[in-house]
């Protein structure tokens, strides 16, 4: 028995295709180390591990790399990128992913939705399985693909992103994991690697540098917007850059900046704002 479960381990693993975390990732290790951590104290029943933040602190790349990381050692997995705004329109595509996902890569076709929710909790049912649901702001969401985690067999794992971390509580996440910002080493490195192939700036940009890596606030994505709008930029550029970044806001990074502030409650919106 010990010597089947070791060879239906390596064949998973040598099956799996791994996400795409993308390039320049930093601090990963240090989250895959503290999740792991967390959930090893509940493996004897299906646990929800909830991973929690602002819009751009990177909560997609961190559940994507640990499920790379842990995914092999589940029957099977299964990765739904994006509910939030693929729930609108597209459920029935969802339920067909979870299901690929669940058995193993068999194409299964369901005619309908309903079909696809008692496949779906038939499945869950009889697998020990990975499932993360990316993406979710509301309970409905999760409706027709897993609406409680009483679906799961146990010794399963949920992993559910989200900015709200209520949802994770309603849902019944017995981890949370809130995703904190860069510290500035952290932001410093990251926006290098984007905008100078290197892990610190090249001096003659690194007062313009800081200034930059300041007004994105220690998010990740917005490092990365910033600082690949301006690889191979002259030092003039970089200054009217800085300038436009100011007043009036340039958009794809005000845009992250905007998603992520839209996203904190009254109280913290009003810390980030100041008196009027």
Not at 124 to 142: A, C, G, M, P, Y
Not at 221 to 227: H, T, W, Y
């Amino acid at each position: 028995m010990v010597v089947k479960e070791i060879i239906d381990i390596i064949m998973r693993r040598l099956n799996n295709q791994p996400l795409n975390v993308g390039k320049n990732v930093v601090g990963i290790d240090v989250h895959l180390r503290k999740l792991k951590l967390l959930m090893n104290t509940e493996l004897n029943k299906v646990s929800v591990v909830g991973i929690y933040g602002v819009g751009g602190a990177g909560k997609t790349t961190i559940a994507k790399a640990i499920y790379n990381e842990i995914s092999h050692q589940y029957e099977s997995s299964s990765f739904l990128r994006n509910i939030k705004e693929r729930s609108k329109s597209d459920i029935l595509q969802l339920q067909q992913e979870l299901l690929h996902g669940i058995l193993k890569g068999k194409y299964f076709r369901i005619s309908n939705i309903d079909e696809g929710t008692i496949m779906i909790k038939r499945c869950l049912s009889s697998n020990r399985v990975l499932v993360v649901f990316d993406d979710i702001d509301e309970l409905k969401q999760l409706e027709y693909l897993a609406e409680e985690k009483d679906w799961f067999e146990s010794k399963s794992i949920i992993i559910i992103t989200s900015r709200d971390k209520q949802v994770l509580a309603q849902y019944g996440a017995n981890i949370s994991y809130e995703v904190p910002k860069l510290n500035k080493e952290e932001a410093v490195e990251l926006f290098s690697l984007w905008d100078f192939k290197q892990n610190l700036p090249e001096e003659v940009y690194k007062n313009l540098s800081y200034s930059i890596v300041d007004y994105a606030n220690g998010l990740p994505l917005a490092l990365k917007v910033l600082g690949a709008s301006l690889f191979g930029k002259k030092l003039s550029e970089w200054e009217s850059a800085l300038c436009k970044l100011k007043t009036p806001p340039h958009m794809e990074i005000y845009n992250v900046l905007n998603k992520s502030f839209n996203g904190l409650d009254d109280m913290e919106q009003g810390i980030i704002l100041g008196p009027y």
